[in-house]
């Protein structure tokens, strides 16, 4: 395999590259792209069910991927239902990198569904010796708690590649919940949702840890690399490079107050200089917290 070649798949896993394969032993289908690849990986699954003869509104969906679609700009469960139409799906995020939940490291995470009640039987698919699943009736907050943290992780990364310290990165994950809090809740989330494992919990994670793919990134452009040579040396889609593009309209249509966010969008996509974005959000006028 090309990514985690070093963990050993266990005997009783049939792997397959041919997606008819799998429709005959299965309702539930779980799936693991870039946010990128979600559309079209429905879609796929959506017309291969009809094609054998399955009413694909019969079938279960539940995703990991975190990000909103690329093309739209909606939440990946507004696609979910604009593929399957009315469909039982879930989401499953929390603070977790693949390659230790691969090599069955302890890790927590969230069940999320429309129904409580899904959203409790289907976590119990996850419940393994080493993972503890919450369930929650918060699809929208989990799936944006996961997605916006991409962004604060980009700028984490940043901070630390210009050297400016643990002080400037603790100030940066702190503000940078805010912004979660603020632009989730006005797009639907719950308060507590992003408070939890899906919100602060992947922030801390991903901002912090060098596993983050969105955290290299931004140390890569804090010393000095450009975009392209970043992307290239990590060779994994930056789901927050386009978060902050999505993040960046949607506050300035709703009027939400996001620095953080705006900042590092100045930087990826309109060529701002890191050291005075950085500088230019100590500059803001102070207020209260």
Not at 68 to 92: P, Q
């Amino acid at each position: 395999p090309v990514y985690l070649p070093q963990v050993q798949l266990p005997d009783h896993l049939r792997v397959t590259a041919t997606l008819s394969d799998v429709l005959n032993e299965s309702s539930l289908f779980v799936l693991a792209v870039p946010s990128h690849s979600f559309r079209q990986s429905l879609e796929d699954l959506c017309q291969t069910l009809e094609r054998s003869g399955r009413d694909p509104k019969e079938s279960t969906i539940i995703w990991g991927t975190k990000g909103f679609d690329t093309a739209s700009g909606k939440l990946l469960s507004e696609i979910c239902e604009t593929v399957f139409g009315d469909i039982r799906y879930g989401v499953i995020s929390g603070p977790s990198f693949a390659n230790e939940l691969a090599n069955r490291m302890p890790t927590a995470l969230t069940m999320a569904c429309p129904s409580l009640d899904d959203a409790r039987e289907l976590a119990r698919w996850f419940r393994v010796n080493y993972t503890r699943v919450y369930y929650s009736d918060d699809p929208v907050g989990v799936q944006l708690g996961g997605a916006i943290k991409n962004v604060v992780a980009i700028a984490a990364g940043i901070s630390d590649g210009l050297g400016f310290g643990a002080n400037a990165r603790a100030a940066l994950i702190t503000r940078g919940l805010t912004e979660v809090s603020r632009i989730g809740t006005a797009l639907g989330g719950r308060s507590e949702t992003l408070m939890g494992l899906s919100g602060l919990g992947d922030l801390i994670l991903t901002c912090t840890d060098d596993q983050s793919r969105n955290r290299r990134f931004g140390l890569g452009i804090g010393k000095g690399k450009t975009i392209q040579k970043v992307q290239q040396e990590i060779n994994q889609q930056i789901e927050g490079i386009n978060t902050s593009a999505i993040l960046y309209r949607v506050a300035s249509q709703k009027q939400i107050e996001i620095p953080i966010t705006e900042q590092v969008h100045q930087i990826l996509c309109e060529g701002a200089d890191p050291r005075h974005a950085v500088s230019a959000l100590l500059k803001r006028t102070p207020r209260a917290e």
